[in-house]
């Protein structure tokens, strides 16, 4: 007489890193704190949000076009916020924390390892 091993298969567990980058702090603080509420309901282990420091692009120009006058100079700046989330857990479990509305100039990049 054999028996039988009932074998409960439990979902694969993956690092998963949810990176967002804006240039508008607001926006990417909205995005985290869903994502973040959304990971909690769930029951996932979770890091997070890690603010990275904020990158400043600075360009320098000339007002002039065609160097006549005073030597005016003009500095445009754009600020890069980034933040990311760990989270361990199966992919399912992602795809329904990751279907949220998500705010017009935020950018979302899902990172999964092993």
Do not use: C
């Not at 692009?57 to 160097?67: E, Q």
């Not at 795809?95 to 100039?105: A, Y």
Request: aromatic share 4%; hydrophobic share 30%; proline share 5%.
């Amino acid at each position: 007489m054999s028996e039988e091993k009932k074998i409960i298969e439990e979902p694969e567990i993956h690092k998963i890193r949810i990176t967002l980058i804006s240039t508008k702090v607001k926006q990417l603080e909205k995005v985290s704190q869903n994502i973040i509420q959304n990971a909690e309901r769930e029951n996932l282990f979770k890091k997070g949000p890690v603010r990275m420091p904020t990158k400043t692009l600075r360009i320098s120009t000339r007002k002039t076009p065609n160097g006549e006058g005073s030597k005016t100079w003009e500095t445009y700046e754009m600020r890069i916020h980034k933040r990311y989330i760990d989270l361990h857990a199966p992919a399912q479990s992602v795809k329904k924390i990751t279907q949220i509305t998500i705010e017009p100039g935020v950018d979302v990049e899902v990172t999964i390892a092993a």
